[in-house]
């Protein structure tokens, strides 16, 4: 693995000053997995490259305790990548090899120290996951980089198996040495979704001091640092809380979430209610049931669609529909209004006859308020007897949880929540309920979607009859 740094700053032989490496020598550092060696295939006054190609011995690797890239597969222990694309082993190289220029530091011309150099960096092999080409350029580019790009085909002999995850990459900055070097330690892990060794409370700390500067302001903040602390919750939800300033925000007293949690809940809310409207509409529903109306904010929106001739909100909390009848201002209402719309209380788990005869009906954010054992009647009630054409059913996704900083890890989002579901188990319930009362189903992500744990909610949208077989 090589990752080359070039300067045509003027005299460029004061890179090798700055890295306190010195031009002539060809040397060597030690690493737990291997070697990196430092070179300088070019010094001239005019350009100047400094090389660090890390030797890694990816047996070495797996014998030790650091055992992480064989976990999918044995094989896997002995074929890795590992020791041919730039990982986190790549940042621990330049922390060692380039130690004083990474602090900040130059013994012999302390001035070089903030003198801002143009930089060529060109790194050999640079894996991409999922987002392959956006997720470097959201990266990078924030921190003025000019970024290239060229992505590697798997096999050249046999290109029918198209494009691989790997990529060379050219990045161009005029900056100091100690914020290019900061960059490349922090964000070439960060595109690593293999790092090899242990996270520890102690990344935490590495982070934050080689982030310092601008890892606070870069707008890809949270997915660097959850990538970086490979997605580990609790750690990158400390780190978070340090970015922002280190103070442990203040929790509103009735909800327990921060003032930005409330705000982002409500977004949300907002955007779910805007998308549930939206399928209503595009289903060609007239007559729509809110099931789990709650105190009536989705009603609000579908009194005010001509489209639907009859509407009707129902829910188990008497206490809810009283809110939901003041929401509506249900007594000033105009009597063509409230001709369109009904309210009454009722239990999901009960058949009931009058739920029957409607197009489509809502159940937003409800289901995880029942007991798992009473699913079975929920599904009965709502698919076998009510019928509707369509229902529009959202729920939340429990992989998002973790980006909920006072949600602990196992715990839910709501006290009177019964369960939350990943996406997996709310798509392998949904189509069973589909495949025996003879619905389609069809997912949607609510709210902004994030990698690797998708959406904070989730949307089915069933149709009747068009089960595809
Ligand atoms: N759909 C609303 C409310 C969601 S909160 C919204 O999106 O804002 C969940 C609602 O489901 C609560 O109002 C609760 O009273 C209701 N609920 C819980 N169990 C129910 C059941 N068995 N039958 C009907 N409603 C129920």
Redesign the pocket.
């Known amino acids: 693995m090589l990752l080359t740094i070039t300067t045509t700053h003027k005299p460029a032989t004061d890179l090798g000053f700055l890295l306190h490496k010195h031009p002539d020598k060809f040397q060597s550092v030690e690493l737990s997995i291997g070697k990196a060696h430092v070179f300088y295939p070019d010094s001239s006054e005019e350009k100047t490259t400094v090389a660090l190609l890390l030797d890694i011995d990816p047996i070495d690797m797996v014998r030790g305790a650091r055992n992480l890239s064989g976990k999918e597969f044995t094989l896997g222990q002995y074929v890795n990548d590992r020791p041919y694309v730039a990982s986190s082993f790549m940042s621990v190289a330049l922390s060692k090899a380039f130690a004083t220029a990474m602090n900040g530091k130059c013994k012999d011309r302390p001035e070089l120290v903030d003198t801002k150099m143009s930089f060529d960096v060109k790194i050999a092999v640079l894996p991409a996951p999922r987002g392959g080409e956006i997720l470097i350029r959201k990266l990078f580019e924030p921190l003025d980089y000019k970024v290239n790009l060229q992505r590697h085909i798997l096999d050249d002999k046999f290109k029918n198996w198209g494009e691989s995850k790997y990529f060379t990459a050219e990045l161009s900055n005029t900056i100091t040495t100690k914020e290019l070097l900061s960059h490349l330690y922090v964000l070439i892990p960060a595109l690593d979704n293999d790092k090899h060794y242990f996270v520890s409370q102690n990344e935490i700390e590495k982070l934050l001091e080689k982030g310092k500067g601008w890892l606070e302001t870069h707008p890809e903040k949270e997915q660097i640092t959850r990538r970086y602390l490979i997605n580990l919750g609790s750690l990158t939800r400390q780190a978070l809380e340090r970015l922002n300033d280190g103070e442990e925000p203040e929790l509103d007293k009735e909800t327990g979430l921060t003032q930005e949690e409330i705000r982002k809940k409500e977004t949300l ?1 907002q955007q ?2 805007s998308l ?1 409207l939206e399928q209503l509409i595009k289903s060609k529903a007239e007559t729509v049931l ?9 009603l609000r929106m579908l009194i005010k669609e001509k489209q639907f001739s009859k509407i009707a909100g ?4 008497y ?2 529909l009283t809110k939901a009848k003041d929401r509506l201002h249900w007594e000033e209402m105009a009597p063509k209004q409230k001709d369109r719309i009904e309210l009454f209380q ?5 058949n009931d006859k009058r739920l029957e005869g409607f197009d489509a009906a ?5 289901i ?3 007991d798992e054992n ?1 699913l079975q009647s ?1 599904e009965r009630v709502v698919f076998e007897c009510a019928k509707p054409k369509t229902v529009i059913l ?1 729920t939340p996704n429990a992989e998002y949880n973790e980006l909920f900083k006072n949600i602990k890890a196992e715990t839910m989002r ?1 006290t ?1 929540h019964r369960f939350e579901w990943t996406r997996k188990e709310f798509e392998e319930w949904a189509k069973k309920v589909a495949k025996n009362n003879n619905y389609k189903v069809e997912f949607l992500p609510v709210g902004q979607e994030e990698e690797m744990i998708g959406a904070p909610s989730q949307m089915g949208i069933f149709t009747y009859g068009n089960q595809s077989t």
């Open positions: 809310d779910r209610r549930v809110d099931l789990g109306c709650g105190e009536g904010k989705l129902m829910d188990v909390s206490n809810e009722g239990a999901l788990t009960y809502a159940i937003v954010e409800v995880e308020h029942l009473r929920f959202t709501h009177d």
